[in-house]
């Protein structure tokens, strides 16, 4: 007898795939939480925590990806302005350069700020992710714990935006 497959009875893996039978990455697990088409790209998902999230999805080892399964619900209604989104990706600049600065005494010594992916270029953006994840993976002895909660940071950015204005109207009292 087979089960059927679920956000429920998944386990997270390395990669992209085709259908969550075939495993499943915390972007994939994403899509399925919010009820959107099976993908990597959730569309309620900030392009910027996504490529962080699945380049670390695939460079964490399997007991740390597992610990993922929350922040696949906790990214979902993550996606907002562009605004937002740069202010995010400023962040994950800063930190990335901190993350290199702490790993090499010469990176130290010239002190130099990465860029930060300009145009907002998918393929960029993308590098820029993996360049992060990196940069977790080889910190010392803390980086998954420092990831995680760098990933709660990000997310808590785009807390404070105002509700879309559908919220808003819901929230008021009728005049009736």
Do not use: W
């Amino acid at each position: 007898m087979s089960h059927a497959i679920s956000h429920q009875t998944v386990r997270l893996s390395r990669g992209k795939h085709r259908t969550p039978e075939a495993g499943v990455c915390v972007m994939e697990l994403a899509s399925m939480l919010a009820g959107e088409p099976f993908s990597d790209r959730p569309r309620v998902v900030c392009p910027v925590i996504g490529a962080f999230l699945r380049s670390y999805n695939d460079l964490v080892d399997d007991d740390g990806r597992q610990d993922l399964y929350a922040c696949a619900a906790a990214v979902i209604g993550t996606r907002s302005s562009r605004h937002v989104e740069h202010l995010r990706l400023d962040r994950c600049a800063e930190m990335l350069d901190r993350l290199e600065c702490e790993r090499s005494r010469l990176r130290r010594m010239l002190r130099r700020t990465t860029p930060v992916p300009a145009p907002f270029a998918t393929v960029t953006l993308e590098r820029f992710g993996v360049r992060l994840a990196r940069a977790f993976q080889r910190s010392r002895g803390d980086g998954h714990a420092r990831a995680l909660r760098f990933l709660d940071e990000l997310i808590a950015i785009g807390a404070a935006q105002a509700p879309p204005a559908a919220s808003r109207r819901e929230a008021q009292p009728s005049a009736a």
